[in-house]
C-alpha cells in the first residue's frame, strides 16, 4: 500500500470517529451539513456516514436517520427489555394525542379546523402542552377573514417520533393507539382553563382493534 493510500485511510478513518464523537455529543440531530463544515473537504460525509452504521449494525445502539439527521438510538428490539428498568417518559395526554396526529397529518391547519376534524372544541392549554414540548408551531396565518393562525409540527416532533420526514409518517390510527409512542412532557398536568366558555374537550371512540 503506497503512502498516500495510507494517508488517505487516516483521513477517512479520523473522519468517522469525529463524526462519531459529534452525533454522541449532539442532543439534536446531526445534520450533512453541520458534519461538512467540520470534516475535511476531501472527505465523502454519505460515505463516512454509510461507514458508521455498517459499524453499529446489530449492536445494542444503532445510528439512525430522523428529523433530517442523524442521531443514536437504542437498538428497537431491545426496548421491551429497557423497559423493564428504564423509566418511561409520560405520554400526552388522549386529547393532546389526537390533536397532534391532526396537525401533523393536515398541516398547515387552523384551530377551527382542528376542532372540526375533531368533532369537539380544542381548549388553548392543549395546544399550550404540545408548545412547550416544542412539538408544534405557527406556520404562518390563512388570508382568511380574521386571519387564523395556521399550526404544523416541528423538527422535534420528527426526531421524537423518530421520523426522518413527514412522509414516513405511520398510519393516523398507529400514533394515536402505539403504545410505543411515548413523549417527553412536564410531570405536572396543565389546570383548566377558568372562567372558559369552551366546553370540555370530549376524548372520541378509537377502535383499539383496528
Known amino acids: 500500500m503506497s503512502e498516500t493510500s495510507e494517508a488517505t485511510d487516516d483521513i477517512f478513518a479520523h473522519a468517522v470517529r469525529l463524526a462519531e464523537a459529534l ?9 450533512a451539513r453541520v458534519l461538512t463544515n467540520l470534516l475535511s473537504e476531501t472527505v465523502d460525509v454519505d ?3 454509510a461507514a458508521l452504521v455498517a459499524q453499529y449494525e446489530g449492536r445494542g445502539v444503532t445510528l439512525m436517520e430522523v428529523a433530517g439527521g442523524w442521531q443514536f438510538r437504542s437498538a428497537p428490539d431491545l426496548a421491551v427489555v429497557l423497559r423493564k428498568v428504564v423509566e418511561l417518559p409520560r405520554r400526552l395526554p388522549r386529547v393532546a394525542m389526537e390533536t397532534l396526529a391532526i396537525v401533523a397529518y393536515h398541516q398547515p391547519v ?3 379546523e382542528i376542532e372540526e376534524i375533531r368533532g369537539a372544541s380544542l381548549s388553548q392549554n392543549t395546544l399550550d402542552l404540545l408548545l412547550e414540548n416544542g412539538l408544534i408551531t405557527t406556520k404562518g396565518r ?3 377573514p380574521g386571519r387564523p393562525t ?3 409540527t416541528t423538527p422535534a416532533f420528527l426526531a421524537q417520533f423518530g421520523l426522518n420526514d413527514l412522509r ?4 393516523r390510527e398507529e400514533l394515536l393507539i402505539d403504545p410505543q409512542v411515548t ?7 396543565a389546570p383548566p382553563d377558568e372562567g372558559a366558555a369552551v366546553p ?5 371512540e378509537i377502535d383499539q382493534t383496528a
Do not use: H, N, Y
Not at 452525533?23 to 445534520?31: D, L, M, Q
Open 23 to 31: 452525533i454522541f455529543a449532539s442532543r439534536e440531530p446531526v445534520t
Open 47 to 49: 460515505a463516512v456516514m
Open 110 to 112: 387552523t384551530r377551527t
Open 142 to 144: 390563512r388570508e382568511t
Open 150 to 152: 395556521l399550526w404544523g
Open 168 to 171: 414516513d409518517l405511520p398510519k
Open 183 to 189: 413523549l417527553s412532557i412536564p410531570v405536572e398536568e
Open 200 to 204: 370540555q374537550e370530549a376524548e372520541p
